[in-house]
C-alpha cells in the first residue's frame, strides 16, 4: 500500500476529467498565502494587529473613570451605583469597539459573498461612519459657542435638551446623509440593494452614537479619590485607573515598577532631604556672617516648608484611595501621567492618522492617475504637471506651518498628509492604466457603451490596483512618522497621547534623560513603521511575478 503522502500516478483520460486536480486560488489569496510565508512579515502583522487592539480597549482598560461607582450612606448602605467610565465614552469609542465586533462576524458570515466585497462593504461602511462622528463633533462644538446668534443659537438650544436624544440622533443623520449617499454610488461595491443596506446600517449606527455623544461630559478625577477617602462612594476601576489626561504633579518623573504610595513616600523622603540640607546650609551661612546669605536660606526653607504641606494635603486622601496600590509599570511622564496608559492611548493616534490619511491619498491618486492613465494626451499632459507641483511641495514643513495658523487636531493633520502624499498613487495607477487601456477587455467594456466610471473603477480598477496597494503600506508608516515628527517638536494635535510627545519629553523639564520616557514611545515608534515596510516589501514580492522568479 502506498504511502497516504505519496501522490498517486493518474491518466491523461483521469486528467481530463479533472481527477487529482487542486483548486486554484485567486490572486489575491494567492498572494496573501505568499505574504504568510514570510517569517517577518508575520511578525510586523502581529505588532500591526497589538496596536490595533491597543488603540480599540484603550478607554476600556486605561480610565481614570471607575468602572462601578456606588453611592454609600451614613450607615455603609449602598444607595445607588452608576458607571461614570461608561458615561465617560465617546461616540469614536462606541464605533470603534462595535466596528471591531461586527466587522469580524461580518467577514466570517457563512453567506456567498466574496470576501473582497466584504472587505469593501466594511470599508464603506467605516467611512460613513467616521465622516458622520467627525462632522457631527464639529457641528456641535460651532453650534456650542457663545457668538451664536438667530437660527444657529436656536438650533443649539433646541438640541442641547439632555432629556431628548432623538433630536440630536436625527441632526447627526442628516449630517452624514450626504457622505452616506454619495458612497452609496459607488458602481463597484456590491449590488444596489447590498449598498443601500450597508449605507443604512453604518449611518444608523454612526448617528445613533453620535447623538447620544454629542456632548462631551465634564470629569473631576480627583473628586472621585476625595469622596472615596470620606467614605461617601465606593469605587470600582478598570485594569489601568488612570486616563491619558489625569495628572499628578506629586508622581513627577516616577521610574517604572513603583506604586503610587511608593513614589509619593520618595517625594517625602526627598522634601525632608531637602530640608535638612537647607537646615544646615543655615546653620553655616550664620557662622560665617553671611545674614544675606542666611535671609536668603530662610525664605528658601519656607518655601520648601509651604510646598510640603500643600502637598500633604493632597497625598492624605489619595493615599487613603485604591489609587495608592497602583501600580506605574512604565513610570510617570514630567506632567505625572501614567507613561502606559498614554502608549496605549497613543495607539489610535497612529492607527487613525496612517490609514484615514493614506486612504484619502490613495482616493486622490487613483482618481487622478486613471484619469491621466485612461485618456493620456493633453489631459495626462497637463494633470501630471498638477502631480508634479504636489510633488514639489514639502510635507512636513507644511505641517509646521499649518500648526501654526490652524486649529491643532486630528483631522486637520490627517487632510493636509493626505492631500498632499497622492502623488505615488497617482503614478502607479497612471502607469498601470496605459498598459490596461488598449487591453481587449477594455476595448470591449468601451464598445458595449459603459459609462466611464464603470470602465474606469469597475474593469481597469481592479486589475491596476496592485502597486498602489503595495505604495500605501509604505505611505502608512510615512504617515506615522509625519505625526511622530510634529508631536515631538510639539505641534502635534492638542490634549491627545502621541508617541512623538512622549518621546520629546524624555530629556525632561531640567535637561536630565528620563530612559522610559525615551525607549517605550521610541520602541514603539520603531516597530510600528518597520512592520508597515516589512509588510509592504512582503506585499510586493508576492504579487510580482518577477521578484518571484529571481528569489527562486
Known sequence: MPDASTPLAISGVEAMRGIGAVEARGFWADAWQR???NRAAVLGIAWIALVAIGAVVAPFIANANPLILREVAADGTVTSWSSPLWQSLTASDFLMAFGVVAGGVWMFL???LPRGERLGALVAGAVIAMATTVLSAFAADWLDEPERTGWTRALGEWLANPDDTGRRVM???LIGAPIAAAIGTIPFLLSTKQRMAVVVVALGVAAVAAGARWHPRPVDYDRYVVDEAAGRIRCTYTLIPWSPDRSRSELIIVPP???????IADKEAASVRE??????????????????EAIRIEDDMGQVARQRASLQREWKPLLSSPFAGH?????????????????????????????????????????MGSI?????????????????????????????VAAGVLPRNTYVMMAIIGCLSWTGAARF???????????????????SGLPLRSVLFRHMLPNGVTPVLVDASFAIAGAIIAEATLSYLGLGPDNQASWGKLLSSATGTTGTFVWWLAIFPGVAIFLSVLSYNILGGALRDAIDPKLRKAAH
Open 35 to 37: 505574504v504568510l510565508k
Open 110 to 112: 457563512p453567506v456567498r
Open 171 to 173: 441632526m447627526a443623520a
Open 257 to 263: 515598577m513603583r506604586t503610587v504610595g511608593e513614589a
Open 275 to 292: 530640608s535638612q540640607r537647607l537646615s544646615a546650609a543655615l546653620v553655616t551661612a550664620r557662622a560665617s556672617t553671611s545674614p544675606d
Open 327 to 367: 501600580t506605574f509599570l512604565l513610570g510617570t511622564d514630567p506632567n505625572g501621567g501614567d507613561v502606559l496608559a498614554q502608549l496605549l492611548w497613543a495607539c489610535r493616534l497612529s492607527i487613525s492618522v496612517g490609514f484615514v490619511s493614506t486612504g484619502i491619498a490613495v482616493v486622490i491618486g487613483v482618481t
Open 372 to 400: 491621466m492613465g485612461y485618456f493620456g494626451g493633453k489631459v495626462d499632459l497637463l494633470l501630471f504637471r498638477v502631480v508634479e507641483i504636489f510633488m514639489a511641495v514639502p510635507v512636513l514643513f507644511l505641517l509646521i
Open 429 to 447: 495607477t497612471r502607469a498601470e492604466f496605459m498598459k490596461l487601456r488598449n487591453q481587449d477587455f477594455v476595448q470591449g467594456a468601451r464598445a
